[in-house]
């Protein structure tokens, strides 16, 4: 197990210093949308970044695109919370994003986002 982890070790150390040749980079806090979370889940080559913050007193999240800085709330589709939980690489400002509608299931539809991401029951 100790081989195991130096070579594990080894291989991060060449990893970050590949990166850090590669160029510069910024960390900079978002902010949210008045809430007290929010987390950044893409940024492309023009430096917009996607993901989601939370609102004003913590119960509802949304949304977000950060430009220069600054948080857009992108909304819902009518219900309480949206987000962009997965990496969209892309330079056309296309974004991919889940939200809640006003009224549970209003088509009546046999599917869900779960449909994506299945578990795992015990075997």
Known sequence: MRRY?????AACC???ASAAMAGSYQVRNL???????????SINRLGLVSGY???AGDQRMHATLW???????LGTLGGANSAITW?????????VGIAETAQLDPLGENWSCSAFFPTVTGH
């Open 31 to 41: 902010g949210s949308l008045g809430g007290t979370s929010s987390a950044g889940i």
């Open 87 to 95: 990496p969209v690489k892309n330079d056309y400002g296309v974004l």
């Open 67 to 73: 430009l220069n800085g600054a948080p857009l709330d």
């Open 53 to 55: 913050a939370n609102l």
């Open 5 to 9: 982890t130096s070579v594990m070790v």
């Open 14 to 16: 060449v990893m970050t």
